[in-house]
Nanobody, 129 residues
């Protein structure tokens, strides 16, 4: 059974830091682009960050660039999202995802979101002002 299980959601103050984790199982994790989406209340889901499996490069949405860092531990089949300098507008449910498109296009552009093969159930992060 394919699973992406997020952990680490919670309440954090603005300006603070928080880390999300996602552990994958049931599929060949290291050949997929893997990363994070988020969806704020009343807004569309958006790609946040991903790591390409072809060259290991990281991509970030402009809204989080310089504040969030994505990393992964292949031995543990786990991807992390370190979130620093959090803002109230970062409040959202964060979804771990894996895409067979190794370049990570599925994370970057809404027209390619259909390329995500697996989704986690989501983890809520609330940033208080």
């Amino acid at each position: 059974e394919v699973q992406l299980v997020e952990s680490g959601g919670g309440l954090v103050q603005a300006g603070g830091s928080h880390r999300l984790s996602c552990t994958a199982s049931g599929f060949t994790y290291d050949i997929y682009a893997i990363g994070w989406f988020r969806q704020a209340p009343g807004k569309e889901r958006e790609g946040v960050a991903c790591i390409s499996s072809n060259d290991g490069s990281a991509w970030y949405a402009d809204s989080v660039k310089g504040r969030f860092t994505i990393s992964k531990d292949n031995a543990k089949s786990t991807v992390y999202l370190q979130m620093d300098s959090l803002k109230p507008e970062d409040t959202a449910t964060y979804f771990c995802a894996a895409a067979g498109d190794v370049t990570g296009l599925a994370f970057r552009y809404p027209q390619y979101y259909y390329g995500v093969d697996y989704w986690g159930k989501g983890s809520l992060v609330t940033v208080s002002s």
